[in-house]
């Protein structure tokens, strides 16, 4: 079982900047890739970016292409997921997910773990 925490969200202004982060108690993210997802009132979850095991790939919704950027830190313990420019359709709760099965659709909600989530307003 990996338990995953997210942190960084809050409330802020259209035009502005918040950070994510995502980390597995007790363990790294070595070997898992790790995806942020999202959803708003009355919608479905969506997928919002993700990170390959390796680090070396990353996909992105169409929504977000250019504004936010996922990363994993040097010593995999977290994943990022800096958001700039927010616009107000970026409100919702945004959830950590890992999975470290190989060949995983990294932007099907088909994860095996996921975070409890956290809040981000965008409003003025």
């Known amino acids: 079982q990996v338990q995953l925490e997210e942190s960084g969200g809050g409330l802020v202004q259209p035009g502005g900047s918040l950070r994510l982060s995502c980390a597995a108690s007790g363990r790294t993210f070595s070997g898992f890739a790790v995806g942020w997802f999202r959803q708003a009132p009355g919608k479905e979850r969506e997928f919002v970016a993700a990170?390959?095991?390796?680090?070396?790939?990353?996909y992105y919704a169409d929504s977000v292409k250019g504004r936010f950027t996922i990363s994993r830190d040097d010593a995999d313990t977290t994943v990022y997921l800096q958001m700039n420019n927010l616009k107000p359709d970026d409100t919702a709760v945004y959830y950590c997910t890992a999975d470290s099965r190989p060949g995983l659709a990294l932007v099907t909600p088909e994860y095996m773990f996921w975070g409890q989530g956290t809040q981000v307003t965008v409003s003025s």
């Open positions: 990170i390959s095991r390796s680090g070396g790939s990353t």
